[in-house]
Nanobody
């Protein structure tokens, strides 16, 4: 069974930066497109960012573009989400997801296209 484990969440003040990490158990991680989603309190889960298998293609939600950066290290089977200039509206549980059933797939904004999910990490931004 594949596992994704997120880490690095926490409580920060508005304007701060935070990097969250997702580590995969998939031996074929280097062929998996990966994504970050988030679920704010009492709201639906939403797309944040995605990266293709090589790291050569990325996609961002408009709400985070220019502030967040997704990256990956295939040797470490890890994907990162660097978050700068955080605002209270970024408060959410952040989930890592992998397109583990579709090797070399392109990035996707649709959670239904991700086969494997982590349990999430809480990010709280105070004003």
């Amino acid at each position: 069974q594949l596992h994704l484990v997120e880490s690095g969440g926490g409580l920060v003040q508005a304007g701060a930066s935070l990097t969250i990490t997702c580590t995969s158990s998939d031996r074929y991680f280097d062929s998996d497109a990966m994504g970050w989603f988030r679920q704010p309190p009492e709201k639906a889960r939403e797309f944040v960012a995605a990266i293709n298998w090589s790291g050569g293609s990325t996609d961002y939600a408009d709400s985070v573009k220019g502030r967040f950066t997704i990256s990956r290290d295939n040797a470490k089977k890890t994907v990162y989400l660097q978050m700068n200039n955080l605002v209270p509206a970024d408060t959410a549980v952040y989930y890592c997801a992998g397109r583990t059933d579709n090797p070399y797939a392109r990035t996707s904004r649709y959670d239904i296209e991700y086969a494997t999910w982590g349990r999430g990490t809480q990010v709280t931004v105070t004003s």
